[in-house]
């Protein structure tokens, strides 16, 4: 398996072949901030793209939002069952030879989604992160929540003998076909560590990418706690030792 950190300076520069792009967006009472992660979207993307957002039960606005957008299905569960059973439900619908996990808050930036995509196209990886560690661009996010993902981070690269600086990201981009053959399972935050530890268990080509990064605190509306890492932590050991299909 390898697993690459690159700088602008460092990735190459070439035309992308032509690929169509999937973005998923898990998302749930995100009624002020998804219109403008959609419009960022549609700057940001290519001409071939689909986005699929999926309403985890929503009790605002969020899905009425996204169903006036041009170019964009609403997927709707119903009700709550979490991030990852969102995530989940939107892979099962994408079509892109692409399939990027984009947050449907305004933590991550879909200005950095271009070159998320870009090692994909070129054939250079199979599954992009975008790092909130890596490389020297803008990040803002509390002390605790930093500190806490550096060290699933950390723990993630001793259980699977791989490096990874920011496996809990909510920035990934995959080929589809690398994200189908996962078996994902995880119905919450867990989601997260689950593909993580999958992609290092198929050995998948992973790159990391520097990207900005504007956290919010619990009074804005994120909704990880705590508890969400020891949960990480129970789903990277098991996956350590679950028997996968790696076929």
Do not use: C
Request: aromatic content about 6%.
């Amino acid at each position: 398996m390898s697993i690459t950190t690159r700088t602008e300076a460092e990735r190459p520069q070439r035309e992308p072949a032509h690929i169509t792009t999937t973005v998923v967006l898990p998302a749930y009472n995100e009624a002020a901030a998804l219109p403008h992660v959609l419009k960022d979207l549609e700057e940001q993307l290519p001409d071939d793209y689909e986005v699929l957002v999926v309403d985890d039960g929503s009790t605002d606005e969020t899905a009425a939002l996204a169903e006036q957008v041009p170019d964009t299905t609403v997927i709707r569960q119903g009700v709550n069952r979490g991030k990852g059973a969102a995530v989940r439900a939107g892979i099962a619908r994408s079509t892109g030879d692409i399939v990027v996990i984009q947050d449907a808050d305004l933590e991550y930036d879909p200005a950095n989604l271009p070159a998320l995509i870009e090692p994909l196209a070129a054939g250079e990886a199979d599954v992009v992160y975008g790092s909130r560690f890596a490389g020297d661009a803008d990040r803002v996010w509390a002390a605790p929540n930093r500190t806490g993902n550096r060290a699933l981070s950390l723990l993630t690269s001793a259980l699977y003998g791989h490096w990874v600086t920011d496996m809990e990201t909510g920035h990934k981009a995959f080929r589809r076909e690398a994200l189908l053959a996962l078996d994902l399972r995880e119905d919450d935050f867990g989601i997260e560590p689950e593909i993580t530890a999958q992609v290092m268990r198929h050995h998948l080509r992973l790159t990391e990418i520097p990207i900005t990064y504007v956290g919010r605190s619990h009074a804005d509306g994120k909704e990880i706690h705590w508890r969400d890492g020891a949960r990480a932590v129970r789903v990277l050991i098991a996956n350590r030792f679950r028997r996968l299909s790696l076929g």
